[in-house]
């Protein structure tokens, strides 16, 4: 999946300029004030951060996190989106394990408390070219878990009125290694409960790695291109009944490196690029590399990316 993804973007990228699309998409999802009602609180969607010694990757992170450090007014919180290393699907054990001493190294740079969600390419080993074999006491999502997700893969927590769910949207396919987008049972189970819980009056926000919703794959290449199971989450439909009753403003994505915003059903979805632009090789689409701000109010949201100032080195 990683391989086919990195070649439809060298396609695509010759085919689409900054001026195309997707970039007219990005335009509007800076959206406007509807009042002027005083802001409860911001917070920061990084997402794709690909950490890796190649590439200034880690001088890029860093820079992009000196930036969330200056933004005023401060915000209350990060929250990533996965893929916070290159790749743990498919390297060896001392290659993953430098990624993550990277990433941590890069975060200790921080100044704001961080909330974590898993991508495909935190997991280790999820892959028909695996490296590191399931009887590995790090295969998986074991490592995410113990040092991210305060071991747990999903999560949520509440802050000032509003309502986070932190999903696990990489599920295995059941006859290869490899990575699907999935919310399996166990999971759907939690989330209904928590959902039932928050109650239907509360503001949610939803935080996935793989997006319920995305044209890119369209634009790209055709209104008819079939996609890999790894490209959506493939039973978000059953997800999008469960979230029907309830008051959920915003599901923030990554994924796919490009910037993205769909409202359907009164639900606004953002894809919010990658920090890493395309893998620290430059911007995608013209977009430069950069993060996602969003500002809560009493029930409503404001959208904002901020770049901040990368630029790519040659390999």
Same mark, same amino acid.
């Given at each position: 999946?990683?391989?086919?993804?990195?070649?439809?973007?060298?396609?695509?990228?010759? %085919?689409?300029? =900054?001026?195309? @699309?997707?970039? +007219?998409?990005?335009? !509007?999802? &800076?959206?406007?004030?509807?009042?002027? %009602?005083?802001? =409860?609180?911001? @917070?920061?969607? +990084?997402?794709?951060? !690909?950490? &890796?010694?190649?590439?200034?990757?880690?001088?890029?992170?860093?820079?992009?996190?000196?930036?969330?450090?200056?933004?005023?007014?401060?915000?209350?919180?990060?929250?990533?989106?996965?893929?916070?290393?290159?790749?743990?699907?498919?390297?060896?054990?001392?290659?993953?394990?430098?990624?993550?001493?990277?990433?941590?190294?890069?975060?200790?740079?921080?100044?704001?408390?961080?909330?974590?969600?898993?991508?495909?390419?935190?997991?280790?080993?999820?892959?028909?070219?695996?490296?590191?074999?399931?009887?590995?006491?790090?295969?998986?999502?074991?490592?995410?878990?113990?040092?991210?997700?305060?071991?747990?893969?999903?999560?949520?927590?509440?802050?000032?009125?509003?309502?986070?769910?932190?999903?696990?949207?990489?599920?295995?396919?059941?006859?290869?290694?490899?990575?699907?987008?999935?919310?399996?049972?166990?999971?759907?189970?939690?989330?209904?409960?928590?959902?039932?819980?928050?109650?239907?009056?509360?503001?949610?926000?939803?935080?996935?790695?793989?997006?319920?919703?995305?044209?890119?794959?369209?634009?790209?290449?055709?209104?008819?291109?079939?996609?890999?199971?790894?490209?959506?989450?493939?039973?978000?439909?059953?997800?999008?009944?469960?979230?029907?009753?309830?008051?959920?403003?915003?599901?923030?994505?990554?994924?796919?490196?490009?910037?993205?915003?769909?409202?359907?059903?009164?639900?606004?979805?953002?894809?919010?690029?990658?920090?890493?632009?395309?893998?620290?090789?430059?911007?995608?689409?013209?977009?430069?590399?950069?993060?996602?701000?969003?500002?809560?109010?009493?029930?409503?949201?404001?959208?904002?990316?901020?770049?901040?100032?990368?630029?790519?080195?040659?390999?």
């Amino acid at each position: 999946m990683r391989i086919k993804r990195r070649e439809l973007f060298r396609q695509s990228a010759s %085919s689409i300029t =900054a001026g195309g @699309f997707l970039n +007219l998409v990005s335009d !509007h999802l &800076q959206a406007n004030p509807l009042d002027n %009602s005083t802001p =409860a609180f911001r @917070f920061v969607h +990084l997402t794709d951060m !690909h950490v &890796q010694p190649e590439l200034g990757a880690v001088e890029g992170f860093k820079q992009c996190i000196e930036a969330v450090n200056r933004l005023s007014p401060k915000p209350d919180f990060v929250i990533t989106g996965g893929d916070l290393i290159m790749d743990a699907l498919a390297v060896d054990e001392p290659r993953m394990k430098l990624q993550w001493t990277l990433f941590d190294e890069c975060m200790k740079g921080l100044e704001l408390p961080v909330h974590h969600t898993i991508g495909n390419h935190d997991v280790v080993g999820w892959s028909k070219n695996q490296q590191i074999k399931p009887t590995h006491a790090q295969y998986g999502k074991r490592l995410f878990a113990e040092r991210y997700g305060h071991g747990q893969t999903y999560r949520s927590f509440d802050h000032r009125g509003w309502h986070f769910i932190l999903l696990d949207s990489i599920g295995q396919a059941s006859d290869s290694p490899d990575y699907i987008g999935l919310i399996d049972d166990q999971q759907k189970d939690w989330l209904k409960r928590d959902l039932e819980a928050t109650g239907k009056s509360r503001p949610i926000i939803v935080v996935t790695h793989i997006p319920f919703l995305s044209t890119w794959h369209q634009v790209v290449g055709s209104p008819q291109k079939a996609l890999s199971a790894g490209a959506l989450i493939s039973n978000g439909f059953e997800l999008r009944k469960l979230f029907e009753p309830y008051n959920i403003k915003l599901v923030l994505s990554g994924h796919g490196h490009v910037r993205e915003r769909i409202d359907v059903n009164h639900v606004t979805h953002i894809q919010s690029g990658a920090v890493s632009g395309m893998w620290w090789k430059g911007p995608v689409f013209g977009d430069a590399e950069a993060f996602g701000v969003v500002t809560c109010h009493a029930d409503r949201f404001d959208y904002q990316y901020e770049t901040f100032g990368w630029k790519a080195r040659k390999a």
